[in-house]
């Protein structure tokens, strides 16, 4: 833990202008790299990543300076006419950041910055944001000046005004009610629905068939894990009204699934959090880790190899297997300085101020927390205990014991993201009770909305209504397992609640 223990040493001790030279660690250090990851629950597919040598041979991408997008009736009059006159910039040089202060500000801007231009899914190089359509469609949240925070305007050549895409920031900001913004939060941008809405309006010249193979192969890119059985994508419209049926807050990511989506996580906090996603697929030992995650997770994860699966090679017609020269690859990659900055930026964040405050409710609420063993698993002062539980149907290989931390208690939740994606280890991490009152939707996979329907013991039966992620084409369904605290009185539950939420 040496990284994390200097990055929050520095991170509390250094002053405005005050001289900073931490440690950077070699993000593509091979050795580190093979051991990042858990296994999967079939061993045998346990991603294997592409080599140091061939990393490092990727462009690194620039951080252009960037611009807001803003809803059409809210955009100031002559705006893009003004954006057309802008002349490139590049916003990140490492040898200009001297004191603690610079590397955050400048990890704010690689958050912020976009790794592609356009749509993100199918389409033509158009300022598609500018249509009134798109924002009915995907019920996109704008801030009190209008301001859409999830993309950003780049000039890469002048008088052409792109749209910036896939930053961390595009899924990890969250609008709040009262439209304020939180970076690093769980995201609430519609993130699937504006992929779907992409399929539909791809360019003209595409007929039906041609989307529904674009839709079917993308598909497979995204989700296929081929030793699962079975591993079949859906159709066209299939596959549209699986994403759209995906909350705000909940996400079809890579290596998920439509069907099996994750919650957007938290990143507040993640310097105390042991492991990553919902499955604890990659370990956070060091902050070195933390920037290992966001070089896979941006760059690099399509082309890793699954067995004898690369979900890159399920496009052939677009994009097909990596070039033998890494220099070839056009989207690039984060610099070793831009990935560190990231992370001292992540580390720095704080919550947001929390409007519940204690009183004599939830007093009793922190009583009936304890009384229930609640920080058995929840312990404070995180509110976790960073250990694994494993999913129904998933008995941990013996050697695990020796190199994870593994708590023998199965909660009983819906085992399809730890055992029926490309993130499955076999196992769910004990999520951290911090800052539940700003989140949502809440569970691995987003099923409930809030704390009020998570203690809500009817959401045990078949017939119950999830309040946040449901599936397509489904009505009813039971949210299941964590039975903890479902049988307290009306009282009790309340208060308990209301501690839950002054964390």
Known sequence: MKYLLLSAVFICAAGAGQEFKGPIPRVWDDTAIASVTMPLADPAATPVQISSRYYYGIPVRPVYKSYPVYRPDREPAGYINWLKQQDPQSVFDAA????????????????DAPIAYGHIGPGVDDLYLRVPDWYRATGAPVLKDGSLPFYRYVIRQKGKVEIGVLSC????????????????AQGNFPFDRA?????????????LPTRAFFAHRFGQMFFSAPWIQPDANPGFQEILGHLRAIPPGVLGRHGTSSRTPAKVPDLIGI??????????????????????YAAMNQDTDLLSRYGNFVPREAVPFLLGKAPADPAKLTQGRYADEQLYALALFLYSLNPPENPNKADAVTAAGKKVFEREGCAGCHTPPLYTNNALTPAIGFRPPAEHAKKFTIM??????????????????????????????????IEHDGSVASLEDWFDPRRLRDDYVPTGFKGYEVTTRA??????GLKLSAEDRSALIAFLKTL
């Open 479 to 484: 949210v299941k397992g964590h039975e903890f």
């Open 408 to 441: 023998p208690i199965v909660v009983g939740t819906d085992p399809g993201l730890a055992l029926k994606t490309r993130r499955g280890t076999g196992y769910y991490k004990v999520p951290s009770l911090k800052g539940l009152w700003y989140r949502g939707p």
């Open 195 to 207: 992929i779907a809405w992409d399929l539909e309006n791809v360019p003209f010249y595409m007929v």
């Open 271 to 292: 310097r105390d959090r042991r492991y990553l996603d919902a499955t604890g697929l990659t370990q956070h030992r060091d902050i070195g880790d933390l920037m290992r």
């Open 96 to 111: 200009k950041l001297k004191s603690q202060a610079d590397w955050i500000r400048a990890g704010e801007l690689v958050f």
């Open 169 to 184: 920031g595009m899924c990890h900001t969250r609008v709040m009610p009262d439209r304020s913004v939180v970076k690093g």
